[in-house]
């Protein structure tokens, strides 16, 4: 029997346990369908501010155009602020799309005031994005040990952050036609958000303004499947992640670093957000101590793009 069959049985046959009595026909026919996205899924390369080749802004979106990538994400923080008309001026006329803004945040304190504060950083923030069209901001709600003095208790956390930081966050992003985009982590980094389908749970909860994203990093230690974590961010899902799976660099330098399974998953969903390179990169034979140089850099960077893009069109 070919696997695929094989396979096809197997579900039927635990889906007659479930749907009672009948025949594997009856079986088949209550098993769940997923409909044709509306349109079809579209692979976005993107890379992160600091990881882009080039010194000067328009250097560095020069070098993306010019390498098949369609988006850039860039750095949270005062950057957003202080860079919004330069970034403006050279988009200008441009196929490039602007992803995310990504930096540390951290709503988990068990002091109000901090949180507040927290809060009242990110809304100058919110705004740029919003005046450049960004996807959104990047959030994650917790990191550390919640169990250690000073911070909340996930369940006091989750209902602070559905009811009154993430959802005012969320509230200005949407006035200002942008959002939050939760990103879950890995255990060892917040015990709180660590996977796709509760980050699409507490963006629903919110409400308009808040999204979600995968990333492959954190994804292979807490998701079961790929495909399955994207899909359970289904409308919501926003912005994706992309790194090594073997070690937290650029994608393409260990033979596991297999996507395609996500890709499956993001082509089902008709996904046509940024999928962005977030690691570090290898080290320099040469000298252990450090990174590659550039010029090692850019083939590294080629070479992501070409497996990426092979590894798309085999999903």
């Not at 359970?232 to 090594?244: E, T």
Request: proline share 6%; aromatic share 6%; net charge positive.
């Amino acid at each position: 029997m070919k696997r695929r069959s094989f396979l096809k049985g197997s579900a039927v046959a635990g889906v007659t346990t479930l749907c009672g009595a009948g025949t594997a026909k009856a079986a088949e026919s209550c098993m769940p369908t997923l409909k044709a996205p509306a349109q079809s899924a579209q692979l976005n390369l993107c890379l992160q501010w600091n990881k882009i080749p080039g010194g000067e802004m328009n250097q560095k979106l020069d070098f993306l155009e010019a390498n098949g990538f369609k988006a850039v994400e860039i750095p949270s923080g005062k950057w957003p602020i202080d860079n919004c008309d330069a970034m403006l001026k050279a988009m200008k006329g441009r196929k490039l799309t602007l992803a995310t803004a990504c930096g540390p945040s951290n709503f988990a304190y068990a002091e109000e005031a901090k949180r507040e504060a927290e809060v009242q950083k990110f809304l100058p923030i919110i705004e740029a994005l919003g005046k450049m069209k960004s996807v959104g901001l990047i959030i994650c709600p917790a990191r550390g040990k919640l169990s250690e003095p000073g911070w909340l208790s996930g369940k006091d956390l989750r209902k602070d952050f559905v009811e009154n930081t993430g959802r005012r966050l969320a509230e200005h992003a949407h006035k200002h036609g942008t959002s939050i985009v939760l990103e879950p982590l890995r255990r060892n980094e917040t015990p709180f958000l660590r996977q796709v389908a509760d980050g699409a749970t507490i963006a629903r909860d919110i409400g308009p303004g808040c999204a979600v994203m995968g990333d492959f990093w954190h994804m292979q230690l807490e998701e079961t499947s790929f495909l399955g974590a994207f899909i359970s961010g289904g409308k919501l899902l926003k912005h994706v992640h992309i790194a090594g799976l073997k070690k937290r660099i650029i994608p393409g330098v260990f033979p596991e670093d297999n996507y395609v399974d996500g890709f499956k998953g993001l082509k089902l969903l008709g996904y046509r957000g940024a999928v962005s390179f977030e690691g570090g990169w290898p080290k320099d034979p040469a000298n252990p101590k450090k990174s590659v140089a550039e010029p090692e850099r850019i083939r590294l960077i080629k070479n992501m793009v070409k497996l990426l893009n092979e590894q798309w069109a085999m999903a």
